[in-house]
């Protein structure tokens, strides 16, 4: 309800409405009431008519734009309004500052393919989710594809490959443990075109070549990037272990084609899920506090199977299901997830009373047919990245940060042995020999520019400037802003399974901009 002066007071935080809270389309509607009554209120953009009959209301006459919708279609660009230009003369390396020599971490290809590629669609019959077994059976038909380059999905050959060629049949069993005869598996080649050498997609044939070496040096793909498990360094006091690992993209720049190479880590606890549900268990005090808890710390959480060592995203936690439960295999035939996993992958013991995992499909899952949610067992699931109560820990952080936190040298240094052992492996030379292919060891090297050290004033005025250290954590405390300006029109979004924790985060807010001099009112609504 509207005060006196036609103004619409924030939600009111009584328990009725779960502490002021209002949902999106409550909240949209009285914005745009307030809005509207603002806009009636205003004297200089309204008209007052008067009424065209007794008793009838007036109608003020707004003049407001329509909104303006780019959908991608209507004039040519050139009549959309003025668009952002570079300056005559505009130079992107900068001319201030104190020049030096820097290295980057991209190397020069010295050599590239200047042929046709051939670009196949490979299917499976029956349908099969494992990249690795995939490529395995690719591999077994290597004599009628000839050289290829194969990454799960699609297949680059030098040559088209004949008609009678591309309806192969393979033999094979997913593990050697495994009982009965070899299944029979139909791969089925469709040719989608050709990739010339001018093409963008010839970059993505570049990176697949480079991916496929990492793989020939030992090491191991989880989500989109490259880990060395045997060198993992492992902390047994809080279980955890850091897997090294290295980023690899081949990209055109201005001076050619470039290999870029970073280091990167992952983090992977020791813990399975089902071991850290049995903890919790043994906090709680009936089994709906069990599952307010388990989804509140596990859901958003990134997990590693341990039998195929693929990554997933845990979306939802389902205590309906368990590993006996019977789902619909791709055959239509009912099976129980223990049987599954005992015929497909051979794991054994599994603990029949656990939850089960739920995943939605990723984008590449969905192309590929998979449709239904993804469930897992939480015993063959090991949990990456750190918990809240680990950042919280100074000593594990500490220990991370020497490994995670590199220098320039220690960074280099890292660089320097993936590059030794990508040029002195000889599997990795017969790979680029086979498609032509090779970069040059040496760094690419760049001009840098120092500029002099910025001064950064905070409040009071007349207050000394910081010391510009990049890292103004310290400095900020207890200073407060050389102007500082009110918050308080403001709304807080959260989603329903996290509203337990929003008055403290609020709370937290308000505390911290006190510190710097920045009042935080209450805001309109949650």
Not at 211 to 220: A, Q, S
Request: contains cysteine; aromatic residues 8%.
């Amino acid at each position: 309800m509207a005060d006196s002066g036609g103004n619409i007071p924030p939600p009111s935080r009584g328990r009725a409405r779960a502490r002021g809270r209002v949902t999106a389309a409550e909240f949209v509607e009285q914005l745009e009431r307030r809005t509207l009554q603002n806009i009636c209120s205003d004297p200089a953009s309204t008209t007052a008519e008067p009424p065209t009959k007794a008793g009838s209301v007036s109608v003020a006459s707004v003049d407001v734009p329509p909104p303006i919708l780019d959908l991608g279609v209507g004039p040519p660009k050139a009549d959309r309004g003025p668009r952002l230009t570079l300056k005559a003369g505009f130079n992107k390396v900068g001319e201030g500052g104190e020049v030096f020599p820097a290295l980057t971490n991209y190397f020069y290809m010295n050599k590239t393919p200047n042929f046709t590629l051939y670009q196949y669609r490979v299917d499976f019959s029956p349908e099969e989710d494992s990249t690795v077994f995939k490529k395995l059976l690719v591999r077994s038909q290597e004599q009628y594809i000839g050289s290829y380059i194969f990454d799960g999905h699609m297949l680059y050959t030098t040559r088209p490959i004949p008609n009678e060629m591309r309806d192969l049949k393979a033999y094979s069993k997913r593990n050697e443990e495994e009982d009965g005869e070899p299944v029979s598996f139909s791969i089925l080649i469709k040719p989608v075109g050709t990739v010339l050498p001018t093409s963008p997609t010839f970059l993505q044939f570049y990176n697949m070549v480079m991916r496929k070496c990492m793989t020939l040096v030992g090491m191991e793909e989880l989500g989109r990037h490259f880990y060395d498990r045997h060198a993992a360094i492992k902390f047994k006091d809080d279980r955890l272990e850091l897997w090294p690992g290295i980023i690899s993209a081949i990209r055109n720049h201005d001076v050619g084609t470039l290999l870029c190479v970073e280091v990167t880590h992952k983090v992977l606890r020791m813990s399975d899920v089902w071991e850290l549900i049995s903890v919790m268990k043994t906090k709680c005090r009936n089994p709906e506090e069990l599952e307010n808890i388990c989804k509140k710390e596990l859901i958003g959480t990134i997990v590693m199977t341990h039998y195929n060592r693929r990554t997933y995203k845990i979306d939802d936690i389902d205590f309906t299901i368990t590993p006996t439960s019977a789902f619909r295999h791709q055959d239509g035939v009912m099976t129980r997830y223990i049987d599954y996993y005992l015929k497909r992958y051979n794991i054994q013991n599994i603990p029949e009373t656990q939850p089960m995992l739920v995943s939605i499909p990723k984008k590449k899952d969905v192309n590929k047919g998979v449709t239904g949610n993804i469930y897992l067992i939480p015993s063959l699931c090991n949990p990456t990245g750190l918990t809240n109560d680990m950042r919280k820990n100074f000593t594990l952080m500490r220990k991370l940060s020497d490994h995670l936190h590199m220098g320039p040298d220690k960074r280099k240094a890292k660089l320097d042995e993936f590059i030794s052992k990508i040029k002195n492996t000889q599997s990795v030379k017969d790979e680029f020999q086979k498609w032509d292919i090779d970069f040059y060891p040496e760094y690419v090297s760049a001009e840098c520019r120092t500029y002099p050290t910025e001064s950064v004033f905070m409040g009071p005025v007349g207050s000394s400037p910081i010391p510009w250290d990049a890292d103004w954590s310290r400095q900020l405390k207890g200073r407060g802003m050389l102007l500082a300006q009110e918050l308080k029109n403001w709304i807080v979004f959260v989603p329903d399974r996290d509203s337990a924790d929003i008055d403290q985060l609020v709370k937290q807010l308000k505390m911290a901009a006190t510190s710097i001099n920045v009042n935080v009112v209450q805001p309109l609504a949650m």
